[in-house]
């Protein structure tokens, strides 16, 4: 049997014919060109959607069903997206254009951060736990919670929110309108304040190189400066684990996952970004003397999460 | 059919018979006597169900099943509370130990504070909700998760620490190790040792007199003194509630649960605490734009909830 999996995205719409053990046997990609009105986004989607079917001599009537990861709230009972303001949709029948527009028999959608955590708990890097939960570490941070193999969002599927998380009263300021949220610390985006900030102070760092050897101050500036012994680099680098480390024990203690899930790309750092997490985690969460520990683990499914994660939501 | 609920607490065992309607037909208590050996604990609490037995004509076979809130982390596959350190248990077949000694068909166990969460899910301030979150402001913070009528604590039993957030990063010592914890601000030990810290230095401010009169400073005194115009007074509580209401937004964007319970002493405030917290996780939660909020109450069930919780843990 086949799944059509859509991860609609700011950038692209990216999508892909699913089988029943998780194996994307298709995948392809437009541009949303989310300026533009979202009918006409949903025209490409449908298309794109026919076209890799066309490819594997496929029609619509081969698949199950299409599913659509979609930024913003997504009522996964009514297929309408409540409101999302990155491709702005205010109660949108997401779900109902696209059986429309595509044939396909249903359509169930989640939001992407939910869609990517339930791919990874049932067949990436969490598969098999009772409980997961993925924090994803991007512009923002996104948080996901699966138990029992079934996504956890709240009465009014707004929930999940886990980088809204106030940290630090008082602290930077959040694009949500509070102060000292987990992600104005934990995200891309704030260890790319962080690494701006010490190279003010720090007119000598070698971040000031390497910035302007890779044409911009990046999420990785810091981390490499440290390899290459830079004091300033190592201070930024070390006040984003203890920021991250904290705001992860704070999950962990609410949760006590099986297994903890970080993805993004700061995780490209691999265990220079892991271990100390790990330690700091194990030593500081509430249960620590407990023999079972949450698993921290790297997400294991990258980019093709959207894709997976919206073909699994009705399996 | 008859269910036994039994609240393990710190200063006493409270025991009620309870039925399949969630009402207690007669309840009991003795002193725990925290200190002494558990299994004297224990044969205190078996002698305290037979009584309650007997006095309503009833043997130990017209009971379906015990249940037992306790604290500590509890195991509710196995029935053992494997760490508890206010009355001490490491590994403590706490169901084998009370099926033997009461002669129950069947023991289960959960976590006082889950329990708690659970029997006013199922019968009080959070009932027919989805998903209910249970906070309860005593000398921490206790927290219990419920969702689709089942609790939720983690695969290690140890999780719903909702009172181990951090959510100021360096602030106030948590006896957890950790600082800066949502409990040790919005806890009643933390609104006492705030109202201790201003009235050291406002030797005017009517706590003073107010606290003398009471003869210790309590969770009240700062309230007491708000509502008769003292300035320092206000200040304590306007400072209470913006901690209690800051952590509360934080679990309501990670749960956006239907209702979100509040219990303890504090909640005798009644709407002086309790509506400007709404008002305030109202405005700053993530989904305030969302017609459907979060109801935010005050627990029903008072120092029932324990043995209620208890009661339901089979059914």
Redesign the interface.
């Known amino acids: 049997m086949y799944y059509l999996g859509i991860d609609l995205g700011g950038t692209n719409i990216a999508a892909g014919i699913v089988d029943e053990n998780y194996n994307i046997l298709k995948k392809g990609s437009v541009p949303t060109l989310a300026s533009r009105p979202i009918d006409e986004v949903m025209t490409d989607m449908a298309n794109l959607c026919k076209n890799l079917l066309a490819e594997m001599n496929l029609t619509v009537d081969d698949v199950e069903y299409a599913g659509i990861a979609s930024p913003g709230?997504c009522n996964s009972e009514t297929g309408v997206v409540?409101?999302s303001n990155n491709i702005v949709m205010y109660n949108y029948p997401i779900a109902d254009v696209l059986k429309a527009k595509l044939g396909v028999k249903k359509v169930y959608i989640d939001n992407d951060a939910n869609a990517a955590a339930l791919a990874e708990a049932l067949a990436g890097a969490a598969k098999g736990?009772?409980?997961a939960i993925m924090i994803t570490l991007g512009t923002g941070v996104g948080?996901g919670i699966v138990?029992d193999g079934k996504i956890?969002?709240?009465?009014?599927?707004?929930?999940?929110?886990?980088g809204?998380?106030?940290?630090?009263?008082g602290?930077r300021q959040c694009t949500?309108?509070?102060r000292g949220c987990f992600e104005t610390y934990s995200s891309a985006t704030g260890l790319i304040n962080m690494t701006k900030e010490k190279m003010e102070k720090n007119p000598d760092s070698l971040m000031w190189k390497l910035s302007e050897a890779a044409g911009k101050v990046s999420g990785k500036t810091a981390f490499q400066a440290k390899r290459q012994g830079d004091a300033a680099g190592a201070e930024v680098v070390d006040e984003y684990i203890e920021?991250l480390a904290?705001g992860l024990?704070?999950i962990v203690?609410?949760?006590?996952?099986?297994v903890l899930c970080i993805g993004g790309g700061i995780c490209n750092e691999g265990e220079y970004l892991m271990a100390p997490i790990r330690e700091i985690v194990a030593k500081?969460n509430?249960?620590h003397?407990?023999p079972?520990?949450?698993v921290i683990k790297r997400a294991a499914l990258g980019n093709d999460a959207g894709i997976l994660g919206a073909a699994v939501l009705g399996m």
């Open positions: 709230t409540e409101f736990a009772s409980s948080g138990v956890y969002s709240g009465f009014n599927h707004a929930g999940a929110e886990l809204h998380i106030v940290i630090e009263k602290g949500c309108g509070r920021y904290l024990t704070n203690n609410i949760f006590q996952p099986e500081e509430f249960a003397n407990s079972n520990q949450t």
